[in-house]
């Protein structure tokens, strides 16, 4: 089946780091493939998403890019602000076979970052 | 104002007791989701729907259910034989579940045995 492999958190970085959240996944034909973001005590928000291999995702300086041959997503920022710290989910939706309409998620990451 | 609206956002259950919680969109999407979220872990889905009157079991369907009756609801009902309901509850919706859809989350539901 479908299953999506974040790194492990918490990631705590000072402000105008740069940032990496690991995400690897497993899947049959073509998943398209997400980022959500979550803030405490909130729904999630749709952050980027990719649909197929070599597309880039990117969104308020986030960016991942779809690399089909390592399958993996990983999400990138240049420059953490204090407002970016949150949970982190990667995700994964299969358009295809028994599967079809099934939005997978990762562990999801929490990052924290210090002024 | 388009979007996914749960209902109520706190609610409190004694043990052996059934609830329902609603979940409405006014986006015109076909496809419905309804996960489950522990505190510090991921989601976990419960059910999704892509069509009316038609549902699929997710991964954690057991002492869970639900109906699609009418394409802007989704209600879950969180039975008795839930033996640990307390939880985040998210209800989704989809254009479609086709590739390249995104699906959009609802404000959520707090879910407390008491």
């Known amino acids: 089946g479908n299953s999506v492999t974040q790194m492990e958190g918490p990631v705590t970085l000072s402000e105008e780091a740069f940032l990496t959240i690991n995400c690897t996944y497993t899947a049959t034909g073509y998943p398209s493939l997400f980022w959500y973001v979550q803030y405490p005590g909130e729904g999630l928000q749709l952050l980027l998403k990719?649909?197929?291999?070599?597309d880039k995702g990117s969104n308020k300086g986030f960016e991942a890019t779809y690399r089909k041959e390592t399958t993996s997503f990983h999400l990138e920022k240049g420059s953490v602000q204090v407002s970016d710290s949150a949970v982190y989910f990667c995700?994964?939706?299969?358009?295809?076979?028994?599967?079809?309409?099934?939005?997978?998620f990762g562990q999801g990451t929490i990052l924290t970052v210090h002024p | 104002d388009g979007g996914i609206t749960q209902s109520p956002k706190y609610l409190f259950r004694k043990e052996g007791q059934n609830v329902t919680l609603s979940c409405e969109q006014n986006l015109n999407h076909d496809a419905m989701y309804w996960y489950r979220q522990d505190p510090g872990q991921g989601l976990r889905l419960i059910y999704y729907?892509?069509?009316?009157?038609?549902?699929q079991k997710g991964d954690i369907a057991e002492g869970y259910s639900v109906s699609r009756e009418k394409k802007e609801s989704f209600p879950l009902t969180v039975t008795s034989a839930q033996k640990n309901p307390t939880a985040f509850y998210l209800c989704?919706?989809?254009?479609?579940?086709?590739?390249?859809?995104?699906?959009?989350f609802g404000e959520g539901s707090w879910l407390t045995v008491v």
């Open positions: 990719a649909t197929k291999a070599d």
């Open positions: 989704a919706s989809a254009d479609s579940g086709g590739a390249g859809n995104t699906i959009y």
């Open positions: 995700a994964l939706l299969n358009a295809g076979g028994t599967s079809y309409g099934k939005l997978t």
């Open positions: 729907s892509q069509i009316v009157n038609d549902f």
